[in-house]
T-cell receptor, first 110, second 112 residues
């Protein structure tokens, strides 16, 4: 069974701290997706990765294919980063499966 | 100039009714999706269409039927609504399964 696990489930940090959110999956994948859901409900795509590392502003996403693991990092965190961060994994073997992690709720305190 | 739009944004209806939610994207994408987010906030994919062809069909009740009249539209029809169907339904689109997905604002469905 293809599974996706995120950790931690909840994370509270102070403004300015370096944040790491992890995503592990069970079998080989085609791509991994990081998304952000704001408190108001809107969903924004952050990164789509199949290898290596991507950076956008203060956000960095890495993926290690051998270890079946991805991390999302936030540098110099800010209260506006408070949101739920979700990873989703695309499995493509005999059919397509898009499996979502349960999300990490991040709160950044001023 | 909303990239992915959904209508309606809110839908309150009685058990047993049939309702539709519409989704349109103006990004020229080939792939569209429907997701359900329940009260526990888990986001679960329901369907995905690529160029009007169904490519992902998760285990959802037969009461849910997606319809894609063209690749810019993916509508979701729900028959015989049940209390457990209450959720937020998100539509999304991407160029293909490996590309970034763009989400609509969601449709909040409440079944009474």
């Amino acid at each position: 069974k293809n599974e996706v696990e995120q950790s931690p489930q909840n994370l509270t940090a102070q403004e300015g701290e370096f944040i790491t959110i992890n995503c592990s999956y069970s079998v080989g994948i085609s791509a991994l997706h990081w998304l952000q859901q704001h408190p108001g409900g809107g969903i924004v795509s952050l990164f789509m990765l199949s290898s290596g590392k991507k950076k956008h502003g203060r956000l960095i996403a890495t993926i290690n294919i051998q270890e079946k693991h991805s991390s999302l990092h936030i540098t110099a965190s800010h209260p506006r980063d408070s949101a739920v961060y979700i990873c989703a994994v695309l499995f493509m073997d005999s059919n397509y499966q898009l499996i979502w992690g349960a999300g990490t709720k991040l709160i950044i305190k001023p | 100039d909303t990239a992915v739009s959904q209508t309606p944004k809110y839908l309150v209806t009685q058990m047993g009714n049939d309702k539709s939610i519409k989704c349109e994207q103006n990004l020229g994408h080939d792939t569209m999706y429907w997701y359900k987010q329940d009260s526990k906030k888990f986001l679960k994919i329901m369907f995905s269409y690529n160029n009007k062809e169904l490519i992902i069909n998760e285990t959802v009740p037969n009461r849910f039927s997606p319809k894609s009249p063209d690749k810019a539209h993916l509508n979701l029809h729900i028959n015989s609504l049940e209390l457990g169907d209450s959720a937020v339904y998100f539509c999304a689109s991407s160029q293909d399964l490996r590309q970034t997905q763009y989400f609509g604002p969601g449709t909040r469905l409440l079944v009474l």
